[in-house]
């Protein structure tokens, strides 16, 4: 079983940035996709950004350009450098944990506000 923790987020203005942590732990394989969803009110969670432990990115368009995904791969440890922050990124941003054969773990979550 593999146990995520989250760290970072907070409340900001427009044009400011934030960087969020994801620590992996437990029994973590050597091949994996982390990565951070988020969910706005009244909306459906989407996909913002992943990350292979080979270091393959994938972003959505509405971050692309604006958040950066990066990983430590000796702490298992990822995380997400968001830029240029909008209104509309504010959600609780989720991380997750995939590997072949096993469901996806999901992390508890954190709050992102950003608000003029």
């Known amino acids: 079983q593999v146990h995520l923790v989250e760290s970072g987020g907070g409340s900001v203005q427009p044009g400011d940035s934030l960087k969020l942590f994801c620590v992996a732990s437990?029994?973590?394989?050597?091949?994996?996709?982390m990565g951070w969803y988020r969910q706005a009110p009244g909306k459906q969670r989407q996909a913002v950004a992943t990350i292979s432990n080979y270091g393959i990115t994938r972003y959505s368009n509405s971050v692309k350009g604006r958040f950066t995904i990066t990983r430590n791969n000796a702490l298992t440890t990822i995380c997400l450098q968001m830029d240029n922050l909008e209104p509309d990124d504010t959600a609780v941003y989720y991380c997750?944990?995939?590997?072949?054969?096993?469901?996806?773990?999901w992390g508890q979550g954190i709050q992102v506000t950003v608000s003029s």
């Open positions: 997750t944990y995939e590997t072949s054969g096993s469901s996806t773990t």
């Open positions: 437990g029994r973590v394989a050597t091949t994996w996709t």
